[in-house]
């Protein structure tokens, strides 16, 4: 049994270890949310990108295999209109590209499949009952977000400033994610659309952890144990990892992926929301360089994927990565390829290994400021 300078999160989750899985949608499904229970971590599952009905079947085959808590994330993006005119004039942005590969510029392009929460999901919670349900990009309506507190869920929701944590304490959520600049991924950035004045983990999470009495998780830019020692030294409960877990064999993400992240740098990612309509944090490649990063040109959340789509399965048809979206947090260089249980069991042990060398000492409360 571990001692922790924080135990606000494993008393309120009754979990082993204080790291989250973060929520990967695209690249994961329950078996990696299982894999990291198992490790005594807080598995998540990404909805965003499923049906009401492959939500039910993702929740179950988790709770088949383990009576764990679990983490049920949404969207709360807000749902505007296909806008025809937005996607015609991005289609003119990547019509060379289209001719380059091959392309009739006038197939049909594929729907969009990023939802947000909506009453459906909520009536869902109800029957479902997880233990936590997460969001993105805020929280929903106040009267979808009472009927999901009635399921006694906890409510977490990520913060990308202090105004935003300070605004999700206002609106009755549980616990903070402080995301910081490094994370990969979609920024869950929704009080100010502005990317050039986002914060990095270490500025941003004592600044929260100051400004809000809840219990605060950090994200960005954490992959090993001295990370998540560091989250702990600044007043966090826990650490939250995404791009640490992409390189499980749990993960479901492509070998091209795969091997962009075992070859990516501290200085090889960007933020870009060409492949989605809102800045996210992926790894270099053509279609970022040549369109990007941050586009003016883009349709908005998450009608850009349309057009994307197919110059991305094209070029993935070639074994090249150019047109594809891929994810990752700025710390990819320190991931190691284990089972994910086994990483959960590796970072915890790593990072109580720093603790006592820090003389992090163990407590109930977060650690005090001089």
Request: charged content about 15%.
């Amino acid at each position: 049994m571990y001692v922790w300078p924080n135990n606000q999160l494993l008393d309120l989750l009754n979990i082993e270890q204080p790291i989250i899985q973060a929520p990967m949608a695209g690249a994961q499904d329950a078996q990696l949310a299982i894999a990291v229970a198992q490790g005594g971590g807080l598995g998540s599952i990404p909805c965003a990108m499923l049906s009401p009905e492959q939500i039910l079947t993702q929740f179950h085959l988790f709770k088949q295999a383990t009576p764990a808590p679990v983490n049920l994330n949404f969207f709360c993006h807000p749902d505007l209109a296909h806008n025809r005119e937005q996607e015609q004039q991005w289609l003119a942005r990547l019509s060379s590209y289209y001719i380059e590969a091959g392309l009739d510029l006038n197939t049909p392009l594929p729907n969009a499949s990023r939802s947000p929460f909506q009453a459906v999901h909520a009536e869902l919670i109800q029957t479902l009952k997880p233990e936590v349900v997460s969001f993105h990009f805020g929280l929903p309506d106040a009267s979808l977000l009472d009927l999901v507190k009635q399921s006694g869920a906890l409510v977490f929701s990520s913060a990308t400033t202090v105004q935003e944590a300070v605004w999700l304490k206002e609106r009755g959520c549980d616990l903070i994610i402080a995301q910081g600049y490094e994370a990969g991924g979609h920024r869950a950035l929704f009080l100010d659309t502005r990317i050039d004045t986002q914060v990095g983990l270490m500025a941003l999470l004592p600044q929260i952890v100051d400004a809000t009495d809840l219990p605060v998780i950090a994200a960005g830019g954490i992959v090993d144990g001295r990370g998540i020692t560091a989250a702990f030294a600044l007043g966090a409960c826990g650490a939250q990892l995404g791009t640490a877990f992409l390189f499980c064999p749990e993960a479901k993400i492509s070998s091209l992926h795969q091997q962009a992240l075992s070859n990516s740098t501290a200085s090889s990612t960007a933020l870009t929301n060409i492949f989605t309509g809102k800045p996210a944090r992926g790894i270099l490649n053509k279609a970022m360089l040549e369109l990007g990063p941050i586009s003016t040109e883009t349709p908005d959340f998450p009608y850009a994927a349309s057009a994307i789509a197919p110059l991305r399965s094209a070029a993935e048809h070639a074994q090249s990565s150019e047109f594809t979206p891929l994810w990752s947090g700025q710390a990819a260089a320190l991931g190691r390829e284990l089972p994910a249980d086994q990483l959960v069991r590796v970072l915890a042990q790593e990072s109580q290994g720093v603790c006592k060398q820090l003389g992090l000492a163990g407590s109930k409360y977060p650690l005090e400021k001089a």
